[in-house]
């Protein structure tokens, strides 16, 4: 089965700077590549996603890079802010078609530091 | 903005007694997931549904576990015999489409047994 490798498991940065989140998968098949976002004690809220057929996403301060022939996706967060503290989870799925569940990776908690 | 619901949100039981956990999907969606997260790990699917069927499921999902769609509405998760190793948040989430669709979580229940 699919299998999702995240790094690191902790990052702190200064806020305004940039947050890099990277990931790799096992299953070439794989073809879809979410990223959540879930503070504490609430639900994994989807921030963006990304299918194999793209190289690259952005949505305002949030962009996801994949490379498809190295089998992994990175997530950018730019200019951070406080709110931007959390723990971020990837994933991917599509591997068996139909309604395939996610493999998520064990999260990195983000902490910006004011 | 439409959302998946679960109840309830808290859920106290015995080892060895029976548990039900409900989800009200997004009423467009047609495809349904059960998670499952241990305190301060990753995510982890249980098992899809569609058509009134399962799709897939993990491995987590042995014979303890069995899913139902009751009504037009309501999809359960019912844990028989529950074990200490049961204890764990249980997210329902929901997609339109297939796998390669924004998969959407409810608030999860948080099932404690004791």
């Known amino acids: 089965g699919e299998n999702v490798e995240q790094h690191p498991s902790t990052l702190s940065v200064q806020e305004g700077d940039s947050a890099v989140i990277k990931c790799t998968y096992s299953?070439?098949?794989?073809?879809?590549f979410p990223w959540y976002k879930q503070e504490l004690g609430k639900r994994p809220q989807l921030i963006i996603d990304i299918r194999s057929n793209v190289g690259e996403k952005k949505d305002q301060r949030i962009a996801v890079t994949l490379n498809k022939t190295a089998k992994h996706f990175s997530l950018h967060i730019t200019e951070t802010q406080p709110e931007d503290s959390a723990v971020y989870f990837c994933?991917?799925?599509?591997?068996?078609?139909?309604?395939?569940?996610?493999?998520f990776g064990k999260g990195t908690h983000l902490i910006i530091q004011p | 903005e439409p959302e998946v619901t679960q109840t309830p949100s808290h859920q106290v039981t015995q080892m060895g007694q029976e548990v039900i956990l409900r989800c009200v999907p997004i009423s467009n969606h047609l495809y349904f997931y059960w998670y499952r997260q241990i305190l301060g790990q990753k995510v982890e699917f249980l098992v899809s549904?569609?058509?009134?069927?399962?799709?897939?499921k993990s491995e987590i999902f042995d014979d303890q576990f069995s899913v139902e769609r009751p009504d037009g509405s309501n999809f359960t998760l019912k844990i028989r015999s529950t074990k200490l190793e049961d204890s764990a948040m249980y997210f329902c989430?929901?997609?339109?489409?297939?796998?390669?669709?924004?998969?959407?979580f409810g608030d999860g229940t948080r099932l404690s047994i004791l």
């Open positions: 994933a991917a799925s599509g591997a068996g078609g139909g309604a395939d569940g996610l493999t």
């Open positions: 549904f569609y058509n009134n069927e399962i799709s897939e």
């Open positions: 299953d070439s098949a794989s073809n879809y």
């Open positions: 989430a929901s997609s339109q489409m297939n796998s390669n669709q924004p998969q959407h």
